[in-house]
């Protein structure tokens, strides 16, 4: 039986794979989509259950995802196993790397926020000193617009430059509660602007590659997925260095195959990609690859009870709803803070304490809880690491996953700039809420361990320099012209913002690029 | 064909794919299904019944087993002091959240053992000090008095006590706490009294199972 030759092979099938699929097929161009994982059957393997019907009663086998604080007994199975895919940090900086390899990736499981990036993130260099990418929010404003349109995204027009608008779907928001109102004004009087979430809305509550974008490049017959195909090695022709395909293994017998094919797409996820690209030994001449990991900070948290909502007494329209703060900080080059960059603030209202907030037990305790109940207004940030050169990635040549490929090692630590930006969160929020006049119950301005986010971005990162970046603006490898990188590897800065808007546009930017190059024979 | 030709032709093919990407798009070839449907033989089994059956909680007392005596009469103290029965829930020992713990806790990592046994013992030798007697026969008041300097606020869920018995304490509450709101008891009680939803508990819900595992022979 004769192999079918490919134009395009595409390493990976979640929200960056499945729209370069999506459009590259739409212009004809013959696709395989290598996916290390299965195809998750809604239908089958997943069924309603009681935490009392599991094996661990919802705690989650001992031991197992030690690095996933977001897995629990019922989705325990969508994670990657740690033990067969393994990675390495130092002890004393740990990282937490969230990953799926279900064929959809973690377009299957993300929250749906759909932010854009603005020119505060793009050209950070004109405002921080750190460095710009090589483009500019008017560069990649078309493409978003056709994204949001695509995973339907609703939000709330503001017209403010550190919180671009997009295209959204018809959106209607209730009335704000007095607690949400109360808050704004507080905000408003410091210049502070309160807006709300902006959420992609999906097809039948579902915003993947898997239902937006992968259907249609299947439809047009250019597009062939293979599964449980776990890439260990792009492969580049011996005369020219371009890449001509790549070595993969069958995630169940270990059997090696070769797929041949004209262009590379990578689209396994940041640190994935770069994992293959290191182990491939390819497109390094910089030696930045691998370095400037960053993602967002998670964890801050300040919670206070409306004393007048307490003990059930809440009057009809105090509590409820949520609001979404943008960054606020450091908008101005006058304005003097302690740190560069910027965090949102996202406010809940009309929660419960936790009981770890009161040193309580018994019924002490739940007429604790009893009496807070529903009273509670929370505040949690979505905080900017600044991306540095000694974040990093590099190959642990000692450990190998369950395939015989070597592992990543991953090394990320925040710095004082982290540290100043989360305790100015940490008091802000709570000035914010004693203003109020609600008692702060909680308060923390520790954060979890990088990655926890699921936001990990750069490790490839674009620039117009070859010598100081891997990709140019197209995400295209400086060194191999027929090697693209459309995950979130080519970030150059994180920015407080969910990044999937930014990847999925970058995605599509980089694949119309591609066949453009294609249909006039550069590539 | 002259074999020279024939090979001269061989070589060229890798080329043709670049040369006839737009004529590839202008005309679509048929996608070939990848596999041919998997025949059924008649004599294998069809038809065959599923059979009911029951949870083994439904038919079975677990039997703790990792605890000694001391340990784990201290582990049911303190679930019968830290979540007692109330507002028509059933309380730890009610939903035999300490037998459930007995099991979690022998096939945790070696660290959380020992966080375990050396509280359970620490507790008990307080209560041997101060009132002569095990921990599991405290009176309420008793109790309190050892419990309550031990407690602790935690606005960060994992910013855990340095104190290595505080944070047993913290630990142990919390998971008496899930192993009993997750427990069956919970869930008949929560039907019973219309409230199926437990704040900031996930006590029902999609499971995953594994998908496609992988075979190991």
């Not at chain 1, 003097?336 to 406010?347: A, D, H, R, S």
Request: proline fraction near 7%.
């Amino acid at each position: 039986m004769p192999i079918k030759t490919y134009d395009v092979l595409i390493v990976g099938s979640g929200h960056s794979g499945g729209m370069a699929a999506n459009i590259l097929t739409g212009k004809g161009i013959s696709c395989l989509m290598l996916n290390a994982g299965p195809e998750a059957d809604y239908e089958k393997d997943r069924s309603l259950k009681h935490a009392y019907e599991l094996p661990y009663r919802g705690f989650n086998k001992p031991g197992r995802l030690p690095h996933v604080f977001q897995a629990n007994e019922f989705n325990a199975n969508q994670w990657v196993d740690e033990k067969e895919v393994p990675y390495t940090h130092p002890a004393d900086a740990p990282y937490n790397w969230v990953r799926v390899r279900l064929l959809g990736g973690r377009s299957l499981f993300w929250a749906r926020q759909s932010f854009r990036l603005s020119d505060y993130e793009f050209k950070a260099g004109e405002i921080d000193g750190t460095d710009s990418w090589p483009i500019s929010l008017a560069d990649l404003a078309p493409y978003y617009s056709r994204v949001e349109q695509i995973f339907r995204v609703s939000g709330r027009k503001e017209g403010w430059p550190q919180f671009p608008d997009g295209d959204f779907v018809e959106s209607t928001f209730p009335p704000d509660t007095d607690s949400i109102k109360r808050l704004t004004e507080i905000c408003n009087k410091r210049g502070v602007g309160v807006s709300k979430w902006r959420s992609a809305l999906g097809k039948d509550g579902l915003a993947s590659s898997i239902n937006l974008l992968l259907p249609d490049a299947l439809a047009t017959g250019k597009l062939d997925i293979v599964q449980n195909a776990i890439v260990r090695q792009i492969t580049t022709d011996k005369n020219t260095g371009l890449a001509n395909g790549a070595h993969f293994l069958d995630r169940h017998s270990g059997r090696e195959m070769h797929v041949k094919a004209r262009v590379v797409v990578l689209a396994a996820g940041c640190l994935e990609s770069t994992r293959l690209l290191l182990n491939s030994k390819i497109a390094n001449s910089s030696g930045v690859m691998g370095h400037y990991l960053v993602d967002q900070m998670y964890g801050v948290s300040v919670v206070a009870s409306v004393p007048e909502a307490r003990d059930g007494k809440a009057p009809p329209g105090l509590m409820g709803g949520n609001a979404f703060i943008p960054r606020f900080r450091n908008l101005k080059k006058s304005e003097k803070c302690n740190f560069i960059k910027g965090y949102c603030v996202t406010i809940n209202s009309g929660g419960s304490a936790s009981p770890n907030f009161f040193p309580l037990y018994g019924a002490e305790l739940q007429a604790k809880l009893d009496s807070y109940a529903n009273s509670c207004v929370s505040g949690g940030i979505f905080g900017e690491r600044v991306a540095r050169y000694e974040n990093h990635v590099r190959i642990d040549d000692k450990v190998t996953d369950r395939w015989g490929i070597p592992v990543l090692h991953i090394e990320a630590r925040d710095s004082e700039n982290e540290r100043n930006l989360t305790k100015d969160a940490a008091d802000t929020i709570e000035e914010w809420f004693h203003e109020a006049g609600w008692e702060v119950i909680c308060k923390t301005d520790r954060v979890n361990p990088p990655g926890y986010s699921i936001h990990e971005v750069g490790t490839c990162r674009m620039g117009n320099n070859p010598k100081k970046s891997v990709l140019n603006k197209w995400c295209q490898s400086h060194d191999i012209k027929n090697l693209f990188v459309v995950d979130g590897a080519s970030f150059v800065t994180c920015g407080w913002q969910n990044p999937t808007m930014t990847i999925l546009s970058l995605s599509m930017r980089a694949s119309e690029y591609l066949a453009e190059q294609m249909r006039t024979r550069s590539i | 064909m002259k074999r020279r030709n024939f090979v001269r032709g061989l070589l060229a093919t890798p080329a043709a794919p670049a040369v006839l990407l737009g004529q590839q798009a202008a005309q679509p070839q048929p996608h070939p299904k990848p596999n041919t449907p998997a025949r059924q033989n008649p004599r294998e089994p069809h038809n065959v019944p599923q059979l009911a059956t029951v949870a083994e909680d439904l038919s079975a007392q677990p039997a703790p087993r990792y605890f000694n005596e001391a340990q784990f009469a201290t582990l049911c103290k303190l679930g019968a002091l830290l979540l007692p029965p109330l507002k028509g829930n059933p309380g730890a020992v009610d939903a035999q959240a300490p037998e459930f713990l007995d099991f979690l806790i022998s096939v945790s990592p070696d660290d959380r053992q020992k966080l375990y046994l050396c509280g359970l013992d620490a507790l008990d030798a307080q209560a041997r000090d101060k009132f002569q007697k095990p921990f599991s026969e405290l009176d309420a008041q008793q109790a309190d008095a050892i419990l309550r300097p031990l407690l602790t606020a935690r606005p960060w869920p994992a910013d855990l006590p340095s104190d290595p018995l505080q944070n047993f304490l913290a630990q142990v509450h919390e998971d008496l706490r899930t192993a009993t709101m997750n427990s069956r008891e919970w869930a008949l009680a929560s039907e019973k009294s219309g409230h199926l939803f437990t704040r900031g508990f996930r006590t029902s819900g999609y499971y995953w199972a594994p998908i496609d595992p992988i075979y190991e022979g």
